[in-house]
T-cell receptor, first 115, second 117 residues
Framework: DAGVIQSPRHEVTEMGQEVTLRCKPI?????LFWYRQTMMRGLELLIY????????DSGMPEDRFSAKMPNASFSTLKIQPSEPRDSAVYFC?????????????FGAGTRLSVL | AQTVTQSQPEMSVQEAETVTLSCTYD???????LFWYKQPPSRQMILVIR??????QNATENRFSVNFQKAAKSFSLKISDSQLGDAAMYFC??????????????FGEGTQLTVNP
């Protein structure tokens, strides 16, 4: 399996621009997670989906952030408008929830720089 | 809310030696899972080992083992016969087993491990 695939690997944009991060989970997994990693706050969950339905979006910073999962093999995280404080590494992870243990497998992350 | 604390921002070890990374957590739950993830310079988050709280036996994966002390809420990682490829940031993480809490991982601050040749 190719693992969790994120694109782009790096994104540099200017303040005010729209940014879209993409994620393809591992085939067969039924849960998808978006995390953000910053020096100040460490790794924190933004949102997660189960069977394509958002379950917990309490970590989404504000209305500028939105996430979608139109099908089991694709998810997007959109920031509009972007601000310099959004600069971070954004990780996508997927897992197969089987009623017990569910290991989360991470993508390589997208490093976002907002100038 | 659960919290995870890693009190060692940096650690170093000589190649082939043993090193232990510390992690403590705070929770009121009795059933949960604990994890150690490794993040090398490539940025990829890689699962190292996991522990189910209801199991008394400490998990082991080759050169990696944990010391799980449930009463003390402690979950340390021991790396034996350290190799240069072990150099990375190591994160301790907690996941609730409760349906209402979902499957979110709560991470510690991380410990940067350096392996000296």
């Amino acid at each position: 399996d190719a693992g969790v695939i994120q694109s782009p690997r790096h994104e540099v944009t200017e303040m005010g621009q729209e940014v879209t991060l993409r994620c393809k989970p591992i085939s067969g997994h039924n849960s998808l997670f978006w995390y953000r990693q910053t020096m100040m706050r460490g790794l924190e969950l933004l949102i997660y989906f189960n069977n394509n339905v958002p379950i917990d979006d309490s970590g989404m910073p504000e209305d500028r952030f939105s996430a979608k999962m139109p099908n089991a093999s694709f998810s997007t995280l959109k920031i509009q408008p972007s601000e310099p404080r959004d600069s971070a590494v954004y990780f996508c992870a997927s897992s197969l929830i089987t009623g017990g243990d569910d290991i989360q497998y991470f993508g390589a992350g997208t490093r976002l720089s907002v100038l | 809310a659960q919290t995870v604390t890693q009190s060692q921002p940096e650690m170093s070890v000589q190649e082939a030696e043993t090193v232990t990374l510390s992690c403590t957590y705070d929770t009121s739950e009795s059933d949960y899972y604990l994890f150690w993830y490794k993040q090398p310079p490539s940025r990829q988050m890689i699962l190292v080992i996991r522990q189910e709280a209801y199991k008394q036996q400490n998990a082991t994966e080759n050169r990696f083992s944990v010391n799980f002390q449930k009463a003390a809420k402690s979950f340390s990682l021991k790396i034996s016969d350290s190799q240069l490829g072990d150099a990375a940031m190591y994160f301790c993480a907690y996941r609730s087993d409760r349906q209402t809490s979902g499957s979110r991982l709560t991470f510690g601050e991380g410990t940067q491990l350096t392996v000296n040749p």
